[in-house]
């Protein structure tokens, strides 16, 4: 790779609240990816070379035209490639009777390899053309076809956690972990062959997934808790997503607390575990989680289709709780992080319409949430989720004016850098994504000719 300067319009979030939108930025990125310089205010690409001692002629430039601008790459901290087929399928359902409905059956198919390199490359392809750069995945109970997920991920040179879903209790007999051995043979299966193919994690890597409390016994969530702490790898499932599902593992696991403490004495709780859901956690459970160092992913478009409820970000963001976006496909309805984050903007207004405005997120936490606060939750956050020097070019080109935009873009718009933000994020989509970069190499969309 040679080095490149991205010269132009570049947005990106110091904080919860504090979106950067730089109009004439530079950013040097070395022939690793590594993000060498940010200039905040660059005169020129070869003013910014010259003042950081890269030699003239040693790297390339990206220059980019109005109306567009350098956003960092998504993060889906949960989303379950498998299910990609039944995006917008799940009528009038809740989580329980979808779970039966529409899940388990197709999820039971991937025994199919080529249905799993069918919907695997789809899903992959259509989420890095959607700016995701990193996602947390489901896959299913078949070991082969989640190792054919990971290994079409690193192909492809989308980051991703790769998860064999672990579910031995509770669960339809034609799709299931028999037996307390099976689930431990797969998971290490998986785990094996990620090790071979990416030894160190750099792109893909294996995370721990029981599937939730209602569907594992209290011993395969123990042995998943040992192996996480044996190996350091991260952990992700469900937490109290549906008011009936609570009810379940209450009933399942009547030695525990709270759903949150039934993870707790697995030991399945620490900073790298990702929550996915989180809506109707007691007080104590979220003090619990927070203790832990958890993140959770909070998916709007799912809690809103399967009817479960409405998470509360600001309370969970007030206790300190790493927060990040899940599309939850396809109890979510959108592969898209950026419908994902809009979702999660309405949900918070619907929240502050009971009464308490302080739950109201604004574009730029929201846009905090689908970046930075997902490195947070995926514990990457040293390395990726903006554009600070000796950070991973993971990133996406947004342009808005062009032919096929879903924006209309007007002459006197073009200077009021926030409004275009704005605009992007309540009426974009993926024809605005231009292009699509993990550590420093082009994943989506086509090469700039020099
Ligand atoms: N809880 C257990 N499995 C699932 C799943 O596949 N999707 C969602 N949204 N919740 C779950
Ligand atoms: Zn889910």
Redesign the pocket.
Known sequence: MTKVIYFGTVVHSLSLADLQVLAKAAVGVDDEGTIAFLDTEAASPDNSALNHDWEHGSYEVVSIPAASFFFPGFFDTHI?AS?YPNVGLFGKTT?LDW?NTY?FPLESSFSDLSVARNVYSRVISRTLGNGTTTAAY?ATVHSEATNLLADLALEAGQRAFIGRCCMDANSPDYYCDKTLEDAQKATHEVIDHIQKIDPTYEIVSPIITP??A??CTHELLSWLGDLSKKTNLPVQT?IS?NLL?VQLVKEMHPFADSYADVYDKCDLLNQKTIL??AVHLSEAERDLIARRGCGVAH?PA?NSA?TSGETRVRWLLNAGVKVGLGT?VS?GFTPSVLHTARQALLVSRHLSMKGDESHKLSIEEVLYLSTLGGAEVCCLDKKLGNFLPGKKWDAQLITLDTKNSPVDIFPWELQKQDDLVAKWLFNGDDRNVSKVWVAGKLVAGTSFSA
Request: hydrophobic content about 30%; aromatic content about 10%.
């Open positions: 379950h299910q989580l779970l899940t489901y599937r939730f209602a569907s469900h997503e599902e996915a859901h998916c799912s399967l939850d109890g």
